[in-house]
């Protein structure tokens, strides 16, 4: 598969603000995903974007930046219940397409 | 309510007994596919299904085979397990539209000793 890019680990204290960056193959590039998963269970679909700029969604946002081939996710008014994994996804291609996931970074938030 | 079944939910086998793991989903979505989860290396594509009786390998297709006879159904199956086989399984499905996030199973543990 493509070659997805992120942090492998992070840390920050309730309350605060996490920006964990994700770096993959620009060409054929079709579209990024943001996933939440807990410890044991299945990712939660959080954000997608396929045109530059900035999603929100609450305390989430997703960036991306087709020509750098750069994405991140920023996590506002951090919450202990978000001490979680966060995959970065890409697809390629149109039609028939493959996803490819980073290997996740972990956030840990402390009190 | 919309979900994808997997089944089982853990699994302990031996080398060379095959074994297939279900998976099912009530969303009639056209896109179904398998991953296999490991530490440090994160989601791995097993195979994909575009639609029924379309089947196409993922990233990392060895030791397995799928079928999609159904739209709903998409079965894994290790027809000789081996322990480089031991994983934590997730399946999932998608609408096949281009910004249709994935939904996805609980997971399978598999331990093959």
């Known amino acids: 598969g493509q070659n997805i890019d992120q942090p492998t680990e992070m840390t920050a204290t309730e309350g605060a603000i996490v920006q964990i960056n994700c770096t993959y193959q620009?060409?054929?590039?079709?579209?990024l995903f943001w996933y939440q998963q807990h410890a044991g269970e299945a990712p939660t679909f959080l954000s997608y974007n396929v045109l530059d700029g900035l999603e929100e969604k609450g305390r989430f946002s997703s960036f991306l930046s087709r020509s750098k081939g750069y994405s991140y996710l920023l996590l506002k008014e951090l919450q202990m219940k978000d001490s979680a994994s966060y995959l970065c996804?890409?697809?390629w291609g149109r039609g028939d397409y493959k996803l490819s996931f980073g290997a996740g970074t972990t956030v840990t938030v402390r009190a | 309510e919309a979900q994808v079944t997997q089944n089982p939910r853990y699994l302990i086998t031996v080398t060379g007994k095959k074994l297939t793991v279900t998976c099912s989903q009530n969303m009639n979505h056209e896109y179904m596919s398998w991953y296999r989860q490991d530490p440090g290396l994160g989601l791995r594509q097993i195979y994909y299904s575009m639609n029924v009786e379309v089947t196409d390998k993922g990233d990392v297709p060895e030791g397995y085979k799928v079928s999609r006879k159904e739209k709903r159904n998409f079965p894994l199956i290790l027809e000789s397990p081996s322990p480089n086989q031991t994983s934590l399984y997730f399946c999932?499905?998608?609408?096949?539209?281009?910004?249709?996030?994935?939904?996805f199973g609980s997971g399978t543990q598999l331990s093959v000793l």
């Open positions: 996804s890409a697809k």
């Open positions: 999932a499905s998608s609408p096949r539209r281009s910004n249709e996030k994935l939904f």
């Open positions: 620009t060409s054929g590039f079709n579209g």
